[in-house]
């Protein structure tokens, strides 16, 4: 533990929509995949990322779907980390800047996606592999009362 890094934890078989492809398209891509976020390519470069809430939010518009283009709806220049980016800094990120999704590029390439339903994964990960190597004080864990300090509270309620 210590070393944990993006490329264990992200979504290798990633969806994705063109700059020029309908909303109604994007949308029907998450239904399919049960998936929230879309890297956006043009020309087969990223060059964007769309997300479901930006789909309902143009829908909120009564924007056409079958006619309005995802490039309308992107996000342009995503937040993108390399495949070996360290997670705690990457989810550091995300949590500050709240994003929902990180796009993994390598040599110019989206290979994957890393998401916050990646980053609870994670953390699922790393408390098990915590909790198999002995046991784990959290900050919710009581610490038992000293001797002096258990008298001293039956003291008070006996006043």
């Known amino acids: 533990m210590g070393s944990e890094i993006v490329r264990d934890f992200m979504t290798t078989e990633i969806q994705t929509a063109g700059v020029n492809d309908s909303l109604a398209h994007a949308l029907d891509?998450?239904?399919e995949f049960n998936i929230r976020h879309l890297p956006v390519l043009e020309r087969g470069k990223l060059a964007g990322i769309v997300s479901q809430r930006d789909l309902f939010f143009q829908e909120g518009f009564r924007v056409d779907p079958e006619r309005s283009r995802v490039s309308e709806a992107m996000t342009p220049d995503p937040y993108t980390v390399g495949p070996d980016a360290g997670l705690e800094e990457v989810a550091a990120t995300m949590a500050t800047r709240k994003y929902g999704a990180a796009v993994v590029v390598e040599a110019d390439k989206a290979v994957g996606?890393?998401?916050t339903t990646d980053a609870l994964r994670a953390l699922v990960?790393?408390?098990g592999r915590l909790r198999a190597s002995g046991p784990v004080m959290t900050a919710a864990s009581p610490t038992p009362p000293t001797g002096s300090a258990r008298r001293?509270?039956?003291r008070r309620a006996t006043r």
């Open 125 to 127: 990960d790393l408390v």
């Open 152 to 154: 001293s509270t039956a």
């Open 29 to 31: 891509i998450m239904t």
């Open 113 to 115: 996606i890393f998401t």
